[in-house]
């Protein structure tokens, strides 16, 4: 799915569903693998049918999300991008999405009353860097 920037204009950005970012992150844990690989990990905590893992690997590889493998029998998927490049492009899009750009406003939504002084801390001292290497 391609998305669109506050212009309209169409980005390169992919954002996963939800199920498709739950395998992206079995791929980023266990490394390039089997359908059947990562169908025994998801059956260790859900029930999923193996067709089911098998035709959103095949929407997946569609979507540019993820790699596959066809030199051998069984297909090895591996994930297109990292977790770091899904995690932004992840962000960009719910920026975009939800808080019109603002990146003040999902800053202010996701501490609210919720931080304890420890992360408050780290996150002036993160600012203080950002700021410092901007000069």
């Known amino acids: 799915m391609k998305n669109?920037?506050?212009?309209?204009?169409?980005?390169?950005?992919?954002?996963p569903t939800s199920a498709e970012l739950n395998l992206l992150n079995i791929l980023w844990r266990i490394g390039p693998a089997t359908v059947r690989q990562?169908?025994?990990y998801v059956c260790q905590k859900q029930n999923t049918g193996y067709t089911?893992?098998?035709?959103?690997f095949q929407i997946?590889?569609?979507?540019g999300l993820v790699a596959r493998d066809e030199t051998n029998r069984a297909h090895v998927y591996s994930?297109?991008?990292?977790?770091?490049q899904t995690q932004s492009s992840l962000i960009k899009d719910m920026v975009t999405k939800?808080?019109?750009?603002?990146?003040?406003?999902?800053?202010?939504?996701?501490?609210?009353?919720?931080?304890?002084s420890d992360e408050i801390a780290e996150i002036?001292?993160?600012?203080?860097?950002?700021?410092?290497?901007k000069k």
């Not at 997946?60 to 979507?63: A, G, I, Q, R, S």
């Not at 994930?79 to 770091?84: F, G, P, T």
């Not at 002036?124 to 290497?133: I, M, S």
């Open 38 to 40: 990562v169908h025994d």
């Open 52 to 56: 089911t893992i098998l035709k959103l």
């Open 124 to 133: 002036r001292d993160l600012l203080n860097t950002l700021e410092k290497n």
């Open 98 to 116: 939800a808080f019109g750009g603002s990146k003040y406003d999902l800053v202010v939504r996701a501490l609210g009353e919720s931080a304890s």
């Open 60 to 63: 997946m590889h569609e979507k």
């Open 79 to 84: 994930a297109a991008y990292s977790e770091v």
């Open 4 to 15: 669109k920037d506050n212009s309209g204009r169409p980005t390169n950005r992919i954002v």
